[in-house]
């Protein structure tokens, strides 16, 4: 059994200073193996934000696979976002902007979504999309986990999905793939997908961690539990200080 933990959209420097703590004593207690942190880690790409981010990380206490969001990247310098976005990313968090974990139970890859010429918007690049096709080619006997900042579903009055968000839509289909991870909204939401063989991919959209700013008035994080192919899924909420389990999904996925 694996213990993963999935948290999106921190917004160190625009955060609710006592959430980090609360969640550092919620991993305490749920123990994790492994957690994927899907962007937007800080709010304008700053260094005293990536800073105060970096202790952050140093405090966890099990792996962490992380990706940037388009927070990430300088907003107002127009020249530091299209020439050197990543400058501070690559200096406080990881000089990878995609990253990858395999064992005996699972395989994860986390993409790059960011496009700085965009900002807001994302796109999955021809090179993520080959290199995403490529790592789950042979990993049918895993649960399959990918990951990304942004949505590539529609959601009403609410950002702009991915882009390229119908070929990626049309590979998921088709691909041996379990659960996608995103975040960028600040609004939770699990939803299936079905494939071509009526087999389901499960998608956790994220809510934010920690954000000021939040659509679905908690902020939250999932923690998944897999035995195999089979998956519980739990949504914690912060509510009066702590974060508390507030629902449950289960999900058995076939093989």
Same mark, same amino acid.
């Given at each position: 059994? /694996?213990?993963?933990?999935?948290?999106?959209?921190?917004?160190?420097?625009?955060?609710?200073?006592?959430?980090? %703590?609360?969640?550092?004593?919620?991993?305490?207690?749920?123990?994790?193996?492994?957690?994927? /942190?899907?962007?937007?880690? +800080?709010?304008?790409?700053?260094?005293?934000?990536?800073?105060?981010?970096?202790?952050?990380?140093?405090?966890?206490?099990?792996?962490?696979?992380?990706?940037?969001?388009?927070?990430?990247?300088?907003?107002?310098?127009?020249?530091?976002?299209?020439?050197?976005?990543?400058?501070?990313?690559?200096? &406080?968090?990881?000089?990878?902007?995609?990253?990858?974990?395999?064992?005996?139970?699972?395989?994860?890859?986390?993409?790059?979504?960011?496009?700085?010429?965009?900002?807001?918007?994302?796109?999955?690049?021809?090179?993520?999309?080959?290199?995403?096709?490529?790592?789950?080619?042979?990993?049918?006997?895993?649960?399959?986990?990918?990951?990304?900042?942004?949505?590539?579903?529609?959601?009403?009055?609410?950002?702009?999905?991915?882009?390229?968000?119908? %070929?990626?839509?049309?590979?998921?289909?088709?691909?041996?793939?379990?659960?996608?991870?995103?975040?960028?909204?600040?609004?939770? @939401?699990?939803?299936?997908?079905?494939?071509?063989?009526?087999?389901?991919?499960?998608?956790?959209?994220?809510?934010?961690?920690?954000?000021?700013?939040?659509?679905?008035?908690? @902020?939250?994080? &999932?923690? /998944?539990?897999?035995?195999?192919? +089979?998956?519980?899924?739990?949504?914690?909420?912060?509510?009066?200080?702590?974060?508390?389990?507030?629902?449950?999904?289960?999900? %058995?996925?076939?093989?």
């Amino acid at each position: 059994m /694996i213990k993963i933990i999935h948290i999106s959209d921190l917004h160190f420097g625009h955060h609710i200073e006592t959430i980090p %703590e609360a969640f550092h004593e919620a991993c305490a207690l749920i123990q994790p193996d492994l957690l994927i /942190i899907s962007g937007d880690l +800080t709010q304008r790409a700053r260094s005293w934000q990536f800073k105060a981010l970096a202790e952050f990380l140093a405090r966890l206490r099990a792996p962490h696979l992380v990706i940037p969001g388009n927070h990430d990247i300088p907003f107002f310098n127009s020249v530091a976002r299209l020439l050197w976005p990543f400058k501070q990313y690559r200096r &406080y968090v990881s000089t990878e902007l995609e990253v990858s974990f395999s064992n005996a139970q699972c395989r994860i890859l986390g993409l790059n979504s960011v496009t700085p010429y965009e900002f807001k918007d994302g796109r999955l690049s021809q090179e993520s999309m080959v290199k995403m096709k490529a790592f789950f080619q042979e990993s049918e006997q895993h649960l399959n986990i990918l990951f990304f900042h942004h949505n590539f579903h529609y959601f009403e009055g609410m950002h702009n999905p991915l882009t390229n968000a119908q %070929e990626f839509i049309d590979y998921l289909k088709q691909s041996p793939i379990h659960i996608v991870c995103t975040g960028h909204l600040h609004y939770a @939401n699990i939803t299936l997908i079905e494939k071509n063989n009526q087999d389901n991919v499960m998608i956790l959209h994220a809510g934010s961690l920690s954000c000021v700013r939040t659509r679905d008035k908690f @902020n939250s994080f &999932y923690v /998944i539990n897999q035995e195999g192919l +089979t998956c519980e899924v739990d949504r914690y909420v912060f509510n009066k200080g702590q974060f508390i389990p507030q629902e449950k999904f289960n999900m %058995e996925f076939a093989r």
